[in-house]
């Protein structure tokens, strides 16, 4: 319960906020540096919505999530922006506050204080790992990515602050080496990974809450004894393809509640920030390894998008925003 309905918010605030980042987005390129934003103070992240009344789902221009390096008053500082790609790496970084100072408390969520997504600009690679944490901050972890090119690296954590927030901060990074861009995989429903088949039913709209449902066998047989996995049975992060904004997705129910099944079906609720096409990652448990079933979805093409006549203004930029037209 308390899960779905975290997310339910984090989604509406997302889709609620994402048009305004887009536009932003457009000027100044996907990555927008706002170390030093005009209105944010260093209490603006703990105070409560002024005159928004509602909460999160407010009307605060917030960003999707990943698209920036520094939100918030926090940086992401990755001190390994370059690695090789073929061969064992290691990844360092820094969570800063916003007086420059590595942020060192964190609110354990799903089991740890800070995830750690990095996924290929083509969405071919992705990596979901916990990095272990100095007491001075310094975050590291060993990674090995099997292609040259560009990458994405995403933080997701909440600091230990009163009233702080998760967020979701992207940096890039690049693995050098002989580059062939590669495509975004074919939409799919069904995903094979380690002799399992992961089934794919439900649709991601744009805007709206929608519910996808994961269905997990092995040679044929439904598999009833997932195992969990940071305190839920699967996990689930969207990226949208073309500027790779997250969106962290947790399940309906957790094991423990009396109703969640340890499978075969893990379901969860989602929102697409706009229409587009988006990867999804279901990392699951089963015999003790956990494992990443990927899809590839079109959110909104098969309902034709509500775009403005006449030059209308809009307040989100989703339906037009995106390649269709
Ligand atoms: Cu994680």
């Known amino acids: 319960m308390h899960a779905g309905l975290k997310i339910t918010t984090f989604a509406a605030a997302l889709a609620a906020t994402f048009g305004t980042a887009y536009g932003v987005g457009k000027g100044l390129g996907p990555v927008v540096e706002d170390s030093t934003p005009p209105r944010h103070e260093s209490h603006s992240e703990a105070s409560p919505s002024p005159d928004g009344g509602g909460g999160r789902a407010g009307r605060e221009a917030e960003p999707a999530g990943g698209l920036q390096i520094s939100e918030k008053g926090y940086t992401l500082d990755l001190e390994t922006p370059r690695v090789a790609a073929g061969r064992p790496a290691g990844l360092r970084f820094v969570i800063r506050d916003d007086s420059g100072r590595a942020v060192t408390s964190y609110r354990r969520e799903h089991d740890k204080e800070l995830h750690l997504i990095v996924a290929s600009r083509d969405l071919g690679t992705y990596r979901h790992l916990h990095p272990a944490r100095a007491a001075d901050g310094a975050w590291s972890i060993p990674v090995d990515l099997p292609r040259a090119g560009g990458y994405r690296v995403f933080a997701d954590f909440t600091p230990e602050k009163k009233n702080a927030e998760n967020l979701t901060l992207g940096a890039d990074l690049a693995a050098s080496g002989p580059y062939e861009p590669q495509p ?97 990652f279901l990392d699951f448990k089963h015999d003790g390894k956990v494992r990443t079933a990927a899809f590839t979805v079109r959110a909104g093409v098969a309902e034709a998008p509500a775009t403005a006549p006449d030059g209308e203004p809009t307040d989100v930029h989703e339906s037009s925003g995106g390649h269709g037209h």
Request: hydrophobic letters at 30%.
């Open 184 to 280: 975004v995989p074919a939409p799919n429903t069904t995903a094979r990974i380690d002799g399992y088949e992961v089934a794919l039913n439900g649709a991601l709209r744009p805007g709206t809450a929608g519910e996808l449902t994961l269905k997990i066998s092995r040679n044929g047989k439904p598999v009833t004894d997932l195992q969990p996995y940071l305190g839920a049975y699967g996990h689930l992060v969207a990226l949208r393809s073309g500027d790779l904004a997250y969106l962290h997705v947790h399940p309906n129910g957790e094991p423990g509640d009396g109703t969640t099944e340890p499978g075969p079906a893990v379901s969860f609720t989602a929102t697409a920030p706009s229409s587009g096409t988006y990867r999804l």
